[in-house]
């Protein structure tokens, strides 16, 4: 199946999921070139993860944003969303043996549409631009070793997910998406447990 396929066959968790699918659809028939930075609007993924006990949530210290955040990236022409979080993960945390789980269609866990403000990267001014999000979940174990990537964060934590809310800096992100994903693991947790 094809990420489309996917994500016109994912169910909305709410309103804004709802209407995030479509701005998705729309880029992903429209626009040759979503799953490349370059477009205004492309194609990234986030991995929310989880402890096995579903406590706790793995969470780095984003450079660019100043805050505790999850963790993902861009596809940068990677079609497969699913093995670029879980490369993603690895790269940001050093955490190698996470397993997605089974969520619904392609394993997609949520969608969100983000904007991004125009930042420095790597000493290069980066425009403001809109991020086209699926996002997996995952579940790995708070033991294995954890390790920063300087060039995108200075910590890596396992966090309560009270804690990882209050962490956050970003009230948007904090109310909307992360507050969102805590309350959509009630559905998956048995599922995760087994």
Known sequence: MSLATDIRSYQPFNQQEASDREVILRQLETDPHVFDRDSLAHMTCSIWTVDPTVTQTLTVFHNTYGSWSWIGGHADGERDLERV??????EETGVADARIVPCGPGNIFSLEVLTVD???????????????NVTYLAVASPDDPLRVKPDENSGVRWMDFDE????????WMRDRIYRKLVDKLAAVDLEMRR
Do not use: C, D, M
């Open 85 to 90: 979080a879980l490369r993603e993960l690895e």
């Open 164 to 171: 990882a809310l209050a962490a956050s800096t970003e009230p």
């Open 118 to 132: 125009g930042h420095e990267k790597r000493g290069r001014y980066v425009s403001s631009h809109v991020h086209l």
